[in-house]
């Protein structure tokens, strides 16, 4: 958190920057591959691009911020990175690297904090990861995979100096909410699609299209619920930790965000209860309707037996039946198959097998 006693004037921070405020805000730096931005804040109020390079002479400002943007960074610039926040080789180890588990590690007076972000292209969630290194005066934000900029919480926080005037925590919180909240899309495409099906479901079986479906948003709400539930736990430790440079007022604003990440993975376990619901009812009306197949089949089966019966003994020939020398011998034969396959026909009709 940045101390806000024994306030410098701005005169002064120009005096002891590099090239000074005005210079700077005259001469941008370069755009460099990999840095989406890279400024200084002083009381909440942008005052300045910096390079990477020139990080070192701001850190030690009091009421003063660094916050840098990277996305999917070199070893080169992470080097240089490390270099001018002195941060620990274990975490930039891990930043170099995506697929880390969502988690929050201390390392002396700093934090290393690891989100997994999401959003939907194509029907499909698509995972990214962020690596955010916090410490006395400075914020670093690395983004891995595809996953939207935090230029939109960039500049909420700008246009509200009095909030980020409490400085790299805060802009913690801020990533972390807009993180959170891009979850909540996500949820809600499903929440459509999940419902599409279970209203589908009642009124026609479903195909093996919608059956590969279901299935493949039960495993995509699975990864975003591996994603989401160990946030809670990293949101919780921001709510009643004694954390590096906490401020004690930004509790609320943490346990806000641990309230909207629970939110979220309670819809997410609604969404996986009912995707299995769907797929229990979309079997059980399958088998239903095979018994209801089966039934008519077997009395149909049942039905013909007797003609076929009947039929069978008389075409074996023989001479000595009497009925061949009845003179109403084929009828009766003909009145004794409709009676048996009639009352049949109502047995199994009354049985609802017909």
Known sequence: ?????????????????????????????????????????????????????????????????????????????????????????????????????????????????????????????????????????????????????????????????????????????SILDFIVDNYMPVVEGIHEEVEELEERVLRDMLDKKDIERLYLLRRSLLRLRNAIVPLVDVCRRHEHLELPGMDATLHTLFRDVTDHVRRVQEDIDTLREVLAFTFEASLMIGQSEQTEITRKLASWAAILAVPTAIAGIYGMNFVDMPELHMRYGYFAVLATIFIVCGGLYRFFKKARWL
């Open 1 to 173: 958190m940045v101390r806000h006693e024994g306030k410098e004037s701005f005169a002064v921070d120009n005096k002891a920057g590099k090239n000074g405020a005005d210079s700077n805000r005259l001469h941008a730096p370069e755009a460099r591959p990999g840095v989406i931005a890279a400024a200084v804040y002083q009381n909440g109020k942008r005052i300045c691009d910096i390079p990477i390079g020139d990080a070192h002479h701001w850190r030690q400002k009091e009421n003063t911020v660094i916050w840098i943007g990277l996305h999917e960074p070199d070893s080169v610039l992470l080097a240089e990175v490390q270099s001018e926040f002195d941060l620990h080789p274990l975490a930039i180890e891990d930043a170099s690297h995506a697929h880390q588990r969502p988690k929050l590690e201390i390392y002396g007076d700093a934090m290393f904090v690891v989100a997994r972000t999401a959003h939907m292209m194509d029907g499909e969630i698509i995972f990214g990861e962020t690596h955010l290194f916090v410490g006395r005066g400075y914020m670093v934000s690395v983004r891995h995979g595809p996953s939207t900029s935090y230029n939109l919480v960039r500049q909420r926080c700008e246009a509200s100096p009095a909030a980020l005037a409490h400085g790299e925590n805060y802009i913690l919180y």
